[in-house]
């Protein structure tokens, strides 16, 4: 059974940083994407960053030159993917779900979250 744990989070200052990491237990081969996903109370969940098996990434405007994914990095038991966080702003502040999307068979796999929380 696929398992999807993402740690990191937590309380921060306004301008401070984190690193949140996601580690999925299943083969680099049917990966095709690992992705950060964040809801802040009263949202939507939206899509903070991604990066597929080729090395594409994509990032919301909001935190780019901020935030960096890392390349995924494993084996064919589990593989982890990388948020840096940096400058980080209270409106920031969510939980932060990682997002597996498997290939050939196309399935979303989460996380259960963690928090992140940046003061002012």
């Known amino acids: 059974q696929v398992q999807v744990v993402e740690s990191g989070g937590g309380l921060v200052h306004a301008g401070g940083s984190l690193r949140l990491s996601c580690t999925a237990s299943?083969?680099?081969?049917?990966?095709?994407?690992m992705a950060w996903y964040r809801q802040a109370p009263g949202k939507q969940r939206e899509l903070v960053a991604s990066?597929?098996?080729?090395?594409?990434?994509?990032?919301?405007p909001s935190v780019k030159g901020r935030f960096t994914i890392s390349r995924i990095s494993g084996d064919t038991v589990k593989n982890t993917v990388n948020l840096q966080m940096d400058n980080l702003e209270p409106e920031d502040t969510a939980v932060y779900y990682c997002?597996?999307?498997?290939?050939?068979?196309?399935?979303?796999?989460w996380g259960q979250g963690t928090q992140v929380t940046v003061s002012r």
């Open positions: 990066i597929n098996k080729g090395g594409l990434t994509d990032y919301l």
């Open positions: 299943m083969s680099i081969h049917t990966i095709y994407q």
């Open positions: 997002n597996v999307l498997s290939t050939p068979v196309s399935f979303n796999y």
